[in-house]
């Protein structure tokens, strides 16, 4: 087996074929055929509809992430309370109570 050449360990250079350039006598063939049944039937587009279901779907996208972080912020909590309970204290429920000032 012979030694590798320094050559060798650049890698090799592929030959590319050129690009055929496209003809200037016409428009470009598509590469699908019967884009006709896609366009338009001439009906003019609703602007009103189109951005009542914009917000609509923004109000819906929001909704659901305000209900992630709630639900995050749930069963983090939900978590502090298990490791507080299962390290062995007894004093892990919240107590909300007001403070007493003098009278």
Known sequence: MSAPHPEDEKGRVLPFRQRKKPRADGPPPTP?????????DGTP??????????????????????IG???ANSIADLRKKQDCVLSGR????????QPSGPK
């Open 45 to 66: 587009d609703d602007y009103r509809q189109r951005m009542t279901n914009n917000v609509l779907a923004l109000a819906f996208c929001l909704l659901l992430v305000a």
């Open 69 to 71: 972080v709630w639900l």
């Open 32 to 40: 699908v055929e019967g884009l006709e049944k896609y366009t338009e």
């Open 90 to 97: 007894r004093d892990c429920a919240n107590v909300s109570a």
